[in-house]
């Protein structure tokens, strides 16, 4: 009996509150797509060409600033967009944003930089995508080929073939794909070989591992060269320390992103950063 017992009665009350929280998410979500609110923004973390270091592009990561709950982290809000069936229109919400930075970077000048937007698994198998994709493409009047788009393997395990063509329909368009947190989950299980990906995003957790243990950087530097035997390049995520950077860079890693060189940025900090004009 639900009803019954102390314990089910604090366990409801968190679940009632849990609940509430994720209705006043969904719900400025939903204005936000219905009124073009700012409740959703982006933010950009730069990525570094290792071996010049270059800024080469950035990663957009998704911003809520809520009326009434102040911050929501991605991982809190992403989640509930995916159940409340929102995450379609607001990936497309996202991927326009992005597209519009694009355009902003191309026209000061910055016509090499590439933006990678995430996708969301559920996106990625949803049979609009592919055209959303080309739409936001178009209507920003951007190139293709400087946007990328960050996969997770999870949506592979079930829908390869699928989803493997519909990364290969994107290529052919000129947009790029990186396989995001590679070396977490499956990943060991995915044919590499057969996988139409450009980019590999060497997960967080082995780079913090750098300089632990000899055992350690032998795996970080196998997915390196691996990586670069099936001619994908390797950018290292969450690079925090110079020993980190010094270690990806000895070992052939292509682009590293990480708070060593910048933490995520509002659209004009990274404007000024690339303008040399720093406020951080
Ligand atoms: P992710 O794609 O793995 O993004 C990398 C996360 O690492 C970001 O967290 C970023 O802020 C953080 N990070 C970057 N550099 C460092 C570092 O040096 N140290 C540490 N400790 N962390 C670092 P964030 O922004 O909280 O995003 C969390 C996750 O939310 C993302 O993980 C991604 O899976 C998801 N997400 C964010 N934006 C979107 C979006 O637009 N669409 C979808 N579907 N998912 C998104
Ligand atoms: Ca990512
Ligand atoms: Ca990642
Ligand atoms: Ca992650």
Same mark, same amino acid.
């Given at each position: 009996?639900?009803?019954?017992?102390?314990?089910?009665?604090?366990?409801?009350?968190?679940?009632?509150?849990?609940?509430?929280?994720?209705?006043?998410?969904?719900?400025?979500?939903?204005?936000?797509?219905?009124?073009?609110?700012?409740?959703?923004?982006?933010?950009?973390?730069?990525?570094?060409?290792?071996?010049?270091?270059?800024?080469?592009?950035?990663?957009?990561?998704?911003?809520?600033?809520?009326?009434?709950?102040?911050?929501?982290?991605?991982?809190?809000?992403?989640?509930?967009?995916?159940?409340?069936?929102?995450?379609?229109?607001?990936?497309?919400?996202?991927?326009?944003?992005?597209?519009?930075?694009?355009?902003?970077?191309?026209?000061?000048?910055? +016509?090499? /930089? =590439?933006?990678?937007?995430?996708?969301?698994?559920?996106?990625?198998?949803?049979?609009? %995508?592919? *055209?959303? $994709?080309?739409?936001?493409?178009?209507?920003?009047?951007?190139?293709?080929?400087?946007?990328?788009?960050?996969?997770?393997?999870?949506?592979?395990?079930?829908?390869?073939?699928?989803?493997?063509?519909?990364?290969?329909?994107?290529?052919?368009?000129?947009?790029?794909?990186?396989?995001?947190?590679?070396?977490?989950?499956?990943? +060991?299980? /995915? =044919?590499?070989?057969?996988?139409?990906?450009?980019?590999?995003?060497?997960?967080?957790? %082995?780079? *913090?591992? $750098?300089?632990?243990?000899?055992?350690?950087?032998?795996?970080?530097?196998?997915?390196?060269?691996?990586?670069?035997?099936?001619?994908?390049?390797?950018?290292?995520?969450?690079?925090?320390?110079?020993?980190?950077?010094?270690?990806?860079?000895?070992?052939?890693?292509?682009?590293?992103?990480?708070?060593?060189?910048?933490?995520?940025?509002?659209?004009?900090?990274?404007?000024?950063?690339?303008?040399?004009?720093?406020?951080?």
């Amino acid at each position: 009996d639900l009803n019954t017992g102390k314990s089910h009665m604090y366990f409801s009350r968190a679940m009632a509150e849990k609940l509430h929280r994720e209705d006043i998410i969904e719900k400025e979500i939903s204005m936000c797509l219905e009124n073009g609110t700012d409740a959703i923004y982006l933010n950009y973390q730069p990525q570094l060409h290792l071996a010049t270091g270059r800024v080469v592009g950035f990663e957009a990561l998704a911003r809520m600033r809520s009326g009434e709950l102040g911050n929501v982290s991605p991982a809190e809000f992403i989640d509930v967009a995916e159940r409340k069936q929102l995450i379609i229109p607001l990936g497309n919400l996202v991927l326009k944003k992005a597209c519009a930075f694009l355009a902003v970077l191309e026209s000061r000048g910055y +016509s090499e /930089l =590439r933006v990678a937007v995430n996708v969301s698994g559920i996106q990625l198998i949803h049979e609009g %995508f592919g *055209s959303s $994709v080309m739409e936001a493409v178009v209507d920003s009047g951007i190139r293709s080929e400087n946007l990328e788009l960050e996969i997770t393997e999870s949506v592979l395990l079930d829908n390869f073939a699928a989803v493997n063509k519909s990364l290969k329909d994107f290529q052919e368009n000129g947009i790029r794909i990186a396989l995001d947190d590679f070396g977490t989950g499956y990943s +060991s299980f /995915l =044919r590499l070989n057969e996988l139409n990906v450009n980019y590999l995003k060497l997960d967080r957790y %082995f780079v *913090s591992m $750098v300089a632990t243990s000899d055992r350690n950087d032998y795996i970080t530097s196998d997915i390196i060269s691996m990586a670069h035997k099936f001619d994908l390049e390797v950018i290292a995520e969450g690079v925090e320390t110079v020993i980190q950077r010094d270690f990806l860079i000895e070992n052939g890693c292509d682009i590293m992103q990480g708070y060593l060189f910048r933490r995520p940025m509002e659209e004009a900090d990274a404007l000024l950063m690339l303008e040399g004009f720093d406020r951080i």
